[in-house]
């Protein structure tokens, strides 16, 4: 059976980002309930409450599911990443940006009691500098911690145009006696160059 590269169209994306595979939350509710329970606070306090952002969510549920993978505690991901690189792996571009992570509650109330009982995080959930937000919850029941929480807040650059990049999206199509398959690649150089690599096994 044979299966030959057909024909490639080029397009450079306008975008500045090209968004990493979405990932299904872990547990929605408790991810909802840390999102509710937030924004009552908010309320309490004569606040304006806080828009869901599905990119801040992902940057959430990465760093969440990071620490209960790896077993550790702390706002600096296992690659070394901060919450704001984070964000802007999930195509998230930021004027302002911050994460508060707690482990151990088992309920998303008993989370968000002990940050409130922390000033610092509570600044965080009661600060102005926000407009969006994101929660997820990730289990590991092989660790010491078991629960783990991140809430990450952000002030969205809507002006941010320095890191542009140019992405081109290759679209295949493969032949077949059996039909055809579609593939489409993004790719940072021109799409003559991957096929060659691809042809090529590179």
Known sequence: MSVAFGQYLPITFAESCVPRPLIPPN???????????????????GMPLLKHSDKIAQAA??????????????TVGS???DPGDRAENACYH????????VAGPRTPNDAIAAWMSNQVYKDYILSNDF??????????KNTDYKHYYTVDFGLRDFTSSSTQKGYYSCTYATHDETG????NL??????DELISSLSSGG
């Open 180 to 183: 055809a398959i579609w593939l």
């Open 27 to 45: 547990d929605p509710d408790k991810d909802l309930a840390l999102e509710n329970g937030i924004n009552q606070i908010r309320a309490n306090h």
């Open 131 to 140: 407009t969006e937000f994101g929660a997820a919850y990730s289990y590991n």
């Open 186 to 191: 993004y790719s940072i150089g021109p799409c």
């Open 79 to 81: 690659d070394g990443s």
């Open 94 to 101: 930021w004027q302002a940006y911050g994460e508060i992570i």
């Open 61 to 74: 549920l990465r760093h969440s599911n990071d620490m209960a993978h790896n077993g550790f505690v702390d």
